[in-house]
């Protein structure tokens, strides 16, 4: 029935009219289509750090439970009440689950297992499984296996009773990596050569459904790990049904800013304006790294007429847990400014866990709402908090259990004007990163001195403020963008924003430094990764180039501290959040110590001096000396394209190792050592003209030097623009503009001649290289209508095919501050 309502009013929409009064007379407003709304793949709601990061998937805010940047379910639910009548204008409900087979991380069990092949007709009833062994679950060779599992296969069996047969919609619970086979009683019930890294639910066939009996049945698992990562676990759960429905309420207008993502809903009489303001502004690290978003929820008749408005806000434990199978505590309290809910799990496994798709589950979720709202909250089932909205009831508060709904209902007024109801979301993870051991407090209480509730006092009684600087900043930014680069670059800037710096954790180094710490999400879950600082550098180089130093600090740390001792740099400090020490396979010589000392050349460029650049220039020796060395025609190596495999003279890493001896020189420079200055210059100029002709390919420059039947984007080039050192000339970059301009598909140029696909922060940089604006966004535009035209939903992505769109992979991670790097030209050179 809910799917049925939401086409209608897809439909309603497409025809549907709002009326407004001009001079007493009616006048039709045309509602916009959903279709004409989209500005973005996904957007970003609560936006903070990479774990407390709260998106929209669709483009109306209410046709779909709102989601973690993984994908998995982190509802926020808002309700208005109308004269009566109840309209959802936040979320859609997400499926609830009753736990009929625990799996492992919901309750400890044992199964027999074997990583020998057992032969056939292991996965009856009447196997005889003596010899295999009992073990506890879940297995495989990460942080959450109670039993490591690390070869090529394993099989599994689980003898289950029931409480009772009758059993409504009932799903496979299952988590699994890589290929799996899934029986109950013998039928199989799913079967797929793939892997998942959460647990998911299966539809149980209705053959396997009837066999279920009291006792003595058998839930039996194959896995076959082809690569990567291991991991099995298993469970049976029931959905439990939804008793009441709110009536889905009319979007008439979508906006995405930098700071802010808008949203304006009919519901029936009254307009309501939902606004998800997280105030990352970097002027004032204070504020920047408060763990508070506002969500504004305006109500205002838009007949003339008053009605009676009632206004609710819920938001789901699981924005405090990992799985939402973990048991939470909950609790209220209040400050001078705020009454508030709290939740978090009860266990509090305090930086237990590291990996990539994976929530925080420790520290506590805040629902706040000023004083004088006069508010009541309350804690319960998501199905009572609906049913007591809608039915103006009130059920007894959960202290403690399973995916808890955090509701805030604001009394029942009448409105004809605009009322604002505001609601501060907020979450204290009490220690946010591993540093060499150290744990870490986050930055707005680097000292332990500092609490949440002061925070949340402060975020109340600033909120005036703070709106007003978010509305500037984000005017501000819109128009910069649109002269830097028009209004689909602009959109571009507006995507990156939020969602850049959300995955990034500020906190204080033990010697009291910044420390601005990514997560490489997505794509492997390593913290503070060169090679993915190297592209989001030029949205903190615009606006505040101590958090690039944040970025760079923990990698500088790791070799002048001893505890990493190669000629070059670090590819990463290890997996968020515990930066113990580098874990990536592979190093990546040119390319992560070329990144360092161009991003050192860039702050000094930034500040106007070379202090940061003083205090390391030991290490940064070290490396300009490895790569006047190693950097020039490099070996057969991984560059940050390591997607693509390894490639040997590779003509733009080349660039990239000749424009970081350049940076080098020019660092020398800044620092009075005169003599060093023109040994680097003048080695990078030279290496420049060398290079134009070893990669000289008659219209273009190739991929490789070995290969003129080949071409690649010269990204790199840009800082040697950017910076203006004039190593090489204009000609080049107008060579590979003309060329490039012959080489795009829809949604964009491809990276190289390898393949259809692309990176987006790559365009943007290779754009920049044009020498106007209109060729600028003949090269940039495209990246926008892949951002307007995907199908895949998820937080932008930067690694997508130029032909289709689709998305190749990684999602929702910080190199989108790449799109920055127009800006900082104009901003530094015009």
Same mark, same amino acid.
């Given at each position: 029935?809910?799917?049925?309502?939401?086409?209608?009013?897809?439909?309603?929409?497409?025809?549907?009219?709002?009326?407004?009064?001009?001079?007493?007379?009616?006048?039709?407003?045309?509602?916009?289509?959903?279709?004409?709304?989209?500005?973005?793949?996904?957007?970003?709601?609560?936006?903070?750090?990479?774990?407390?990061?709260?998106?929209?998937?669709?483009?109306?805010?209410?046709?779909?439970?709102?989601?973690?940047?993984?994908?998995?379910?982190?509802?926020?639910?808002?309700?208005?009440?109308?004269?009566?009548?109840?309209?959802?204008?936040?979320?859609?409900?997400?499926?609830?689950?009753?736990?009929?087979?625990?799996?492992?991380?919901?309750?400890?069990?044992?199964?027999?297992?074997?990583?020998?092949?057992?032969?056939?007709?292991?996965?009856?009833?009447?196997?005889?499984?003596?010899?295999?062994?009992?073990?506890?679950?879940?297995?495989?060779?990460?942080?959450?296996?109670?039993?490591?599992?690390?070869?090529?296969?394993?099989?599994?069996?689980?003898?289950?009773?029931?409480?009772?047969?009758?059993?409504?919609?009932?799903?496979?619970?299952?988590?699994?990596?890589?290929?799996?086979?899934?029986?109950?009683?013998?039928?199989?019930?799913?079967?797929?050569?793939?892997?998942?890294?959460?647990?998911?639910?299966?539809?149980?066939?209705?053959?396997?459904?009837?066999?279920?009996?009291?006792?003595?049945?058998?839930?039996?698992?194959?896995?076959?790990?082809?690569?990567?990562?291991?991991?099995?676990?298993?469970?049976?759960?029931?959905?439990?049904?939804?008793?009441?429905?709110?009536?889905?309420?009319?979007?008439?207008?979508?906006?995405?800013?930098?700071?802010?993502?808008?949203?304006?809903?009919?519901?029936?009489?009254?307009?309501?304006?939902?606004?998800?303001?997280?105030?990352?502004?970097?002027?004032?690290?204070?504020?920047?790294?408060?763990?508070?978003?506002?969500?504004?929820?305006?109500?205002?008749?838009?007949?003339?007429?008053?009605?009676?408005?009632?206004?609710?806000?819920?938001?789901?434990?699981?924005?405090?847990?990992?799985?939402?199978?973990?048991?939470?505590?909950?609790?209220?309290?209040?400050?001078?400014?705020?009454?508030?809910?709290?939740?978090?799990?009860?266990?509090?496994?305090?930086?237990?866990?590291?990996?990539?798709?994976?929530?925080?589950?420790?520290?506590?979720?805040?629902?706040?709402?000023?004083?004088?709202?006069?508010?009541?909250?309350?804690?319960?089932?998501?199905?009572?908090?609906?049913?007591?909205?809608?039915?103006?009831?009130?059920?007894?508060?959960?202290?403690?259990?399973?995916?808890?709904?955090?509701?805030?209902?604001?009394?029942?007024?009448?409105?004809?004007?605009?009322?604002?109801?505001?609601?501060?979301?907020?979450?204290?993870?009490?220690?946010?990163?591993?540093?060499?051991?150290?744990?870490?407090?986050?930055?707005?209480?680097?000292?332990?001195?500092?609490?949440?509730?002061?925070?949340?006092?402060?975020?109340?009684?600033?909120?005036?403020?703070?709106?007003?600087?978010?509305?500037?900043?984000?005017?501000?930014?819109?128009?910069?963008?649109?002269?830097?680069?028009?209004?689909?670059?602009?959109?571009?800037?507006?995507?990156?924003?939020?969602?850049?710096?959300?995955?990034?954790?500020?906190?204080?180094?033990?010697?009291?430094?910044?420390?601005?710490?990514?997560?490489?999400?997505?794509?492997?879950?390593?913290?503070?990764?060169?090679?993915?600082?190297?592209?989001?550098?030029?949205?903190?180089?615009?606006?505040?180039?101590?958090?690039?130093?944040?970025?760079?600090?923990?990698?500088?740390?790791?070799?002048?501290?001893?505890?990493?001792?190669?000629?070059?740099?670090?590819?990463?400090?290890?997996?968020?959040?515990?930066?113990?020490?580098?874990?990536?396979?592979?190093?990546?010589?040119?390319?992560?110590?070329?990144?360092? #000392?161009?991003?050192?050349?860039?702050? /000094? &460029?930034?500040? $106007?001096?070379? @202090?940061? !650049? %003083? +205090?390391?220039?030991?290490?940064?020796?070290?490396?300009?000396?490895?790569?006047?060395?190693?950097?020039?025609?490099?070996?057969?190596?991984?560059?940050?394209?390591?997607?693509?495999?390894?490639?040997?003279?590779?003509?733009?890493?080349?660039?990239?190792?000749?424009?970081? #001896?350049?940076?080098?020189?020019?660092? /020398? &420079?800044?620092? $009075?050592?005169? @003599?060093? !200055? %023109? +040994?680097?210059?003048?080695?990078?100029?030279?290496?420049?003209?060398?290079?134009?002709?070893?990669?000289?390919?008659?219209?273009?420059?190739?991929?490789?030097?070995?290969?003129?039947?080949?071409?690649?984007?010269?990204?790199?080039?840009?800082?040697?623009?950017?910076?203006?050192?004039?190593?090489?000339?204009?000609?080049?970059?107008?060579?590979?503009?003309?060329?490039?301009?012959? +080489?795009?598909?829809?949604?964009?140029?491809?990276?190289?001649?390898?393949?259809?696909?692309?990176?987006?922060?790559?365009?943007?940089?290779?754009?920049?290289?044009?020498?106007?604006?209109?060729?600028?966004?003949?090269?940039?535009?495209?990246?926008?209508?892949?951002?307007?035209?995907?199908?895949?939903?998820?937080?932008?992505?930067?690694?997508?095919?130029?032909?289709?769109?689709?998305?190749?992979?990684?999602?929702?991670?910080?190199?989108?501050?790449?799109?920055?790097?127009?800006?900082?030209?104009?901003?530094?050179?015009?």
């Amino acid at each position: 029935m809910l799917k049925k309502n939401l086409l209608v009013i897809a439909l309603l929409s497409l025809v549907c009219c709002t009326t407004k009064k001009k001079n007493n007379e009616t006048v039709q407003q045309p509602v916009k289509s959903i279709e004409d709304q989209r500005q973005a793949p996904a957007y970003p709601l609560v936006a903070h750090d990479p774990y407390f990061s709260i998106w929209s998937f669709t483009d109306q805010i209410n046709q779909s439970p709102t989601k973690h940047w993984t994908g998995t379910n982190q509802s926020l639910i808002g309700m208005v009440k109308v004269d009566g009548e109840t309209y959802r204008v936040l979320g859609d409900d997400a499926p609830s689950y009753k736990t009929i087979i625990p799996t492992g991380t919901e309750n400890a069990y044992s199964a027999k297992i074997t990583e020998e092949n057992p032969g056939e007709n292991w996965q009856k009833n009447n196997f005889n499984d003596t010899s295999w062994k009992s073990a506890p679950a879940p297995y495989g060779d990460g942080d959450m296996a109670n039993t490591k599992w690390t070869s090529d296969q394993i099989w599994y069996r689980r003898t289950f009773s029931l409480k009772s047969t009758d059993l409504g919609e009932i799903f496979l619970k299952l988590r699994h990596d890589d290929d799996v086979e899934v029986y109950i009683n013998g039928i199989e019930v799913y079967t797929c050569k793939c892997w998942n890294d959460g647990y998911e639910y299966y539809t149980i066939p209705q053959e396997a459904i009837k066999s279920l009996k009291a006792t003595d049945n058998v839930l039996a698992v194959h896995v076959k790990n082809n690569v990567g990562g291991q991991a099995l676990d298993a469970g049976i759960v029931e959905k439990i049904k939804d008793e009441v429905e709110a009536k889905v309420a009319i979007q008439k207008s979508l906006n995405l800013s930098a700071t802010q993502t808008s949203y304006v809903l009919e519901c029936g009489g009254v307009d309501v304006n939902l606004t998800f303001i997280s105030p990352l502004l970097m002027d004032n690290l204070d504020v920047f790294s408060r763990p508070v978003s506002y969500i504004s929820l305006k109500t205002k008749s838009n007949d003339g007429n008053k009605h009676k408005v009632q206004v609710y806000f819920g938001a789901s434990s699981t924005l405090a847990a990992n799985e939402p199978s973990q048991l939470m505590q909950a609790s209220t309290g209040n400050t001078s400014e705020v009454t508030y809910v709290k939740t978090g799990t009860v266990q509090q496994p305090v930086l237990e866990k590291k990996g990539d798709n994976l929530r925080i589950d420790w520290g506590y979720l805040y629902v706040a709402a000023p004083k004088s709202a006069n508010v009541t909250q309350n804690v319960s089932s998501v199905t009572h908090a609906k049913i007591d909205f809608m039915q103006g009831k009130k059920s007894d508060f959960v202290k403690e259990g399973k995916e808890l709904m955090l509701s805030t209902v604001f009394p029942e007024e009448t409105v004809k004007d605009s009322k604002d109801h505001v609601v501060l979301l907020g979450y204290d993870d009490e220690y946010s990163i591993e540093y060499f051991h150290d744990k870490l407090r986050p930055w707005w209480n680097k000292d332990g001195k500092n609490s949440i509730d002061n925070e949340l006092d402060k975020a109340a009684t600033s909120y005036k403020e703070i709106m007003a600087k978010c509305n500037a900043f984000d005017k501000n930014l819109h128009e910069q963008a649109v002269a830097s680069g028009g209004e689909d670059y602009a959109k571009l800037c507006e995507i990156g924003y939020r969602q850049s710096i959300a995955a990034h954790k500020l906190v204080e180094s033990p010697k009291g430094e910044i420390l601005f710490l990514s997560k490489e999400n997505f794509s492997n879950g390593c913290i503070n990764t060169v090679d993915v600082t190297y592209p989001s550098a030029p949205l903190y180089l615009t606006y505040n180039p101590d958090l690039l130093k944040g970025m760079l600090t923990g990698i500088f740390y790791y070799s002048e501290s001893g505890k990493y001792n190669k000629p070059f740099a670090a590819h990463d400090i290890g997996t968020y959040p515990k930066a113990n020490g580098h874990v990536y396979g592979e190093p990546m010589p040119v390319e992560e110590s070329g990144n360092m #000392i161009i991003l050192t050349a860039a702050i /000094a &460029k930034a500040e $106007g001096n070379a @202090d940061y !650049a %003083k +205090k390391h220039w030991e290490t940064l020796t070290i490396w300009a000396n490895y790569l006047a060395d190693k950097g020039f025609d490099p070996g057969n190596q991984l560059c940050t394209d390591d997607f693509a495999g390894h490639l040997a003279r590779n003509a733009n890493l080349s660039v990239k190792a000749i424009v970081a #001896i350049g940076s080098y020189g020019y660092l /020398a &420079k800044q620092l $009075g050592k005169d @003599d060093i !200055a %023109k +040994k680097y210059t003048d080695m990078a100029k030279s290496m420049a003209k060398k290079w134009m002709e070893l990669a000289d390919a008659g219209n273009h420059y190739a991929l490789t030097f070995n290969d003129m039947n080949t071409w690649s984007q010269k990204y790199n080039l840009v800082w040697d623009k950017v910076m203006q050192f004039d190593l090489f000339p204009k000609e080049v970059y107008k060579k590979e503009i003309d060329f490039y301009l012959t +080489k795009q598909n829809k949604y964009g140029l491809p990276l190289d001649s390898r393949a259809d696909y692309t990176k987006s922060d790559w365009i943007l940089w290779t754009a920049t290289l044009s020498s106007d604006k209109n060729t600028f966004e003949e090269l940039a535009n495209p990246v926008y209508t892949y951002a307007a035209e995907t199908k895949d939903r998820v937080p932008m992505s930067d690694w997508y095919f130029t032909s289709n769109g689709n998305q190749r992979g990684f999602q929702a991670r910080s190199v989108v501050g790449g799109y920055f790097i127009k800006l900082l030209d104009d901003k530094w050179n015009n």
